[in-house]
């Protein structure tokens, strides 16, 4: 199975609202900046009241959004989309919000997740002689929703919608914003594998990935929109209401480990709070006697787990390698080459800091082992006497089909090898990992998805 071609929509961020006073436009390409960690690779904008206009391109929130271009926009009504897509996807055509017109009304959507069904039901869709004009699973969303509802999106309900949803969707991972005439409607999946944040503020009210995309705005109130949950937000007000019970919670663990930013809250968690905790038990669990001069974060995710680590275990803590937060991504690269180059260009060392030194190196995760063997290629060049690299993640043995970008099994590092096969493969002098029983000191109870930790017998989990 190829599984890269079926994965589109990845671990986006999206942003929508409506704000009376003010035209909406500027507060989502603020909100978008603060989302920008959740995808690079495009970044749009649908905004209006009755008519929708969308600006969208491809590259950072900043270019892709060119305030002469945001100055077109105008509206109390709006929803934004910032998109990570993985090698091969990166069409015009996938970026976000898709709008279509129906009926002579406008409707825009912005999805986070990923629905295994879509393929599916494209196909179907297809075999009818309907057209797509893009690969996305989004317009997949989209085109179910009118072929069930047939009728003027001004009288799509919110109930109509979410049972749509729940009946052609219910397998998949997605927070979604549909933007329809003079309304917003978010709806969180069943599952809830992605985080989703309302928030009721002096500008108006505010849908988001993040709460950390409502930092600026002047909050009364943010609340977590809950697995099977979703919200309507008119000029009149605002609604949360459930849409299904939740057999089974599934939040995504890497939304604490890797992909949110430090500063949010998700699943009622602080995700710096999680790193650095993370971080201590690592140290805790498996280098109880362990020392070394000096401990060394992978930024920026490994930030928080190597301050933990450092408070554990006294070793003291210090920036070895700065990050150019201005460099490509390096993970999405087509080939390792361009990916190991790219991690190159990105951390630059301070040599002072590691000349001579047994160094602990902590990063949140190892996928194919790429950042950490490059970086260990640097330190070593810089003088350092011992490499020790810890990850807060337990092994990456499995892939996700609900948008987390991780590569088929054989390209995972750790699948199927021993610490010390890890170790010599990256030049470490040694690797440890979180063992993933100690993952439940942190993500308690049964609400948490693992899988990518866990041993599986297929190319993929089916959901
Ligand atoms: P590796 O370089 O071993 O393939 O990946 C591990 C590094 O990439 C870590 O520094 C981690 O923070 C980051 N990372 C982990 N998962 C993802 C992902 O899904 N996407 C991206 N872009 N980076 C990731
Ligand atoms: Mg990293």
């Known amino acids: 199975m190829n599984f890269k071609n079926d994965k589109i929509n990845e671990e986006c961020g999206i942003f929508g609202g409506y704000s009376p ?37 491809c590259g950072l929130v900043n270019s892709a959004l060119e305030n002469f271009l945001i100055k077109e926009l105008e509206g109390n009504f709006g929803i934004g989309h910032v998109r990570y897509s993985t090698f091969g996807d990166d069409r015009k055509e996938n970026i976000q919000p898709l709008k279509i017109t129906y009926m002579g009304e406008d409707v825009s959507l912005a999805h986070n997740g990923n629905v295994s069904q879509a393929k599916k039901i494209r196909e179907r ?88 995309a409502f930092y600026g705005l002047n909050a009364d109130e943010i609340i977590e929109i809950k697995p099977a949950e979703g919200i309507e937000i008119t000029g009149e007000g605002y609604q949360i209401k459930s849409f299904a019970t939740p057999k089974e919670i599934r939040q995504c663990v890497f939304e604490q480990i890797y992909f949110s930013s430090s500063a949010s809250n998700v699943f009622y ?28 974060p992978v930024m920026d995710s490994g930030l928080g787990c190597a301050i933990g680590y450092s408070q554990a275990s006294k070793i003291p803590f210090h920036l070895g390698l700065i990050r150019n937060n201005w460099m490509e991504r390096s993970f999405i690269q087509p080939n390792q080459d361009k990916r190991s180059f790219n991690v190159k260009q990105k951390f630059i060392p301070i040599k002072s800091v590691i000349n001579g030194k047994k160094i602990v190196l902590i990063d949140d995760s190892l996928v194919r082992g790429t950042t950490s063997s490059e970086i260990i290629k640097m330190l070593r060049k810089c003088g350092a006497k011992e490499v020790h690299m810890r990850s807060v993640s337990p092994k990456i043995i499995n892939t996700c089909l609900w948008g987390v970008d991780i590569p088929t099994k054989t390209e995972l590092i750790s699948f199927g090898k021993t610490d010390g096969q890890i170790a010599s ?19 308690e109870g049964n609400v948490w998805c693992k899988k990518c930790f866990k041993e599986d017998k297929n190319e993929v989990f089916l959901p």
């Open 425 to 443: 493969l990256i030049g470490a002098d040694s690797v440890k990992f979180l063992p993933p029983e100690m993952l439940s000191k942190v993500f």
């Open 21 to 57: 006073q003010k035209n909406i436009a500027p507060y989502i390409k603020c909100a978008l900046l603060k989302l920008q960690h959740r995808g690079q690779e495009a970044a749009g904008i649908s905004c209006g009241n009755n008519f929708q206009k969308v600006v969208k391109d």
């Open 269 to 296: 968690k602080n995700v710096y709070e999680t790193r650095v905790r993370l971080g201590e038990i690592l140290f805790n669990s498996v280098d109880n006697n362990f020392t070394a001069d000096v401990a060394i």
């Open 125 to 212: 869709f297809e075999r009818l002689g309907e057209v797509f004009l893009s690969s996305s699973d989004s317009e997949v969303m989209l085109k179910t929703l009118i072929f069930s509802l047939k009728k003027k999106p001004s009288l799509w309900t919110f109930d109509e919608v979410a049972k749509c949803l729940k009946k052609n969707f219910s397998l998949g991972a997605y927070c979604i914003l549909l933007y329809l005439p003079n309304r917003i409607l978010a709806f969180r999946d069943n599952f809830g594998y992605r985080p989703l944040m309302f928030a009721k503020c002096k500008e108006g009210y505010f849908v988001a990935s993040e709460d950390v």
